[in-house]
């Protein structure tokens, strides 16, 4: 950031509080709290310092808070197929690098990129463990970068939004499914940032993934040089979290100043309601479905009970009335006048129920 680094030098040599842009990657809403992703970037470092929020002519409360910091959650995404095989050891050892810079308390897990995508090693505390495993990765069967990146999304749900990092190192063209921003949104959703390592011939995809969830894409050379891969611990320690509550009419513009004892940043953002993810867009279809099939059943139920409480028709009226029952057990028997005695008939009946038979159908006696 040559533009924004020459405009500190400068305020500091003229010990002007001059107004420094400040960038936001991303807005998180999550319910009554929002998080921008702001990059403070290789400025002073960011001490004691005040932030406010503006919306609609109001400050809002805030605070500032470091991504990198204790209670972060990393998660590991390694490219283990047979065709990144050539990189590979240098993936698994700038992991090892990155994971041995971060707090000693940070939760890690690790996910090898194949088909079938699966955790290497359950979540845990401290990088002993998570080098461990990484020494264990072999490269082998075909990517599954797509299934790899949404299992890694719904690691450790209970960390706050903007604390949960997926890193992934990967010579993937692309996730191999989702658009670039059908995954920045799902990962914007789920509160968690993206950080992409890999060949600067996918930096198209992985910028606008990535960028898109207030994480970003860092490329890296062909040989990869493992200490080029250290840009990522000084780029992921500009990022800060500025949260407030979140607007009660959205989407609503803020604005953001973060005031430190040597400079002011200044930014604008629009926080806007949330997409949500696929998943969480079937799991509303899903719902929505289930409450139309609640609705019918209990309409058909509602319908057979009126049915049910009709009054049942007469057993018997006077004959030739419309409420004289027809009695199935004698269909072959016409309603009419009663024969005479020892004239017994059978026939279909005619299209008058109660008119006597036809005449000359065969007389059917009784037997003897």
């Known amino acids: 950031m040559p533009y924004r680094s020459s405009v500190v030098a400068a305020c500091l040599l003229l010990a002007v509080p001059a107004p420094v842009p400040l960038p936001v990657a991303a807005a998180m809403v999550a319910g009554a709290e929002t998080t921008l992703v702001v990059d403070l970037g290789d400025g002073p470092a960011v001490g004691p310092a005040a932030v406010t929020v503006t919306s609609d002519g109001s400050r809002r409360a805030a605070r500032l808070e470091p991504v990198v910091a204790d209670g972060l959650a990393v998660t590991l995404v390694v490219d283990a197929s047979a065709a990144g095989g050539e990189t590979l050891p240098a993936w698994l050892s700038a992991a090892a690098r990155f994971i041995l810079s971060v707090p000693s308390g940070t939760r890690s897990v690790v996910i090898a990129d194949r088909a079938p995508a699966a955790a290497v090693t359950p979540p845990q505390r401290g990088a002993y463990g998570v080098v461990r495993a ?29 604390r949960r990092v997926v890193l992934l190192y990967t010579t993937a063209a692309d996730a191999g499914g989702p658009g670039a921003s059908r995954l920045a949104a799902d990962y914007r959703a789920r509160g968690t940032l993206l950080v992409v390592v890999g060949s600067a011939a996918a930096a198209r995809y992985w910028t606008a993934a990535a960028g898109g969830t207030g994480g970003f894409f860092a490329p890296a050379g062909d040989p990869v040089v493992v200490p080029a891969l250290d840009q990522v611990e000084t780029t992921l320690s500009g990022r800060h979290l500025v949260r407030f509550p979140t607007p009660p009419d959205l989407p609503a513009p803020v604005e953001v100043r973060v005031e430190t004892e040597e400079l002011a940043f200044t930014g604008e953002a629009v926080v806007e309601s949330p997409t949500g993810s696929p998943g969480l867009a079937w799991g509303w279809l899903i719902t929505i479905a289930g409450a139309l099939i609640l609705l019918l059943g209990g309409l058909v139920i509602f319908v057979r009970a009126r049915r049910a409480s009709r009054p049942s028709p007469p057993l018997s009226g006077p004959l030739g009335s419309p409420e004289a029952p027809v009695s199935s057990a004698v269909d072959d028997v016409p309603l009419g006048p009663p024969p005479a005695v020892g004239d017994f008939r059978a026939g279909p009946r005619s299209a008058n129920p109660m008119s006597p038979p036809a005449v000359g159908r065969a007389p059917v006696h009784p037997a003897e």
């Open 134 to 162: 990484l020494n264990t990765v072999r490269a082998g069967g075909e990517r599954d970068t797509a299934t790899a990146l949404e299992l890694a999304s719904g690691q450790f749900p209970e960390v706050a939004a903007g």
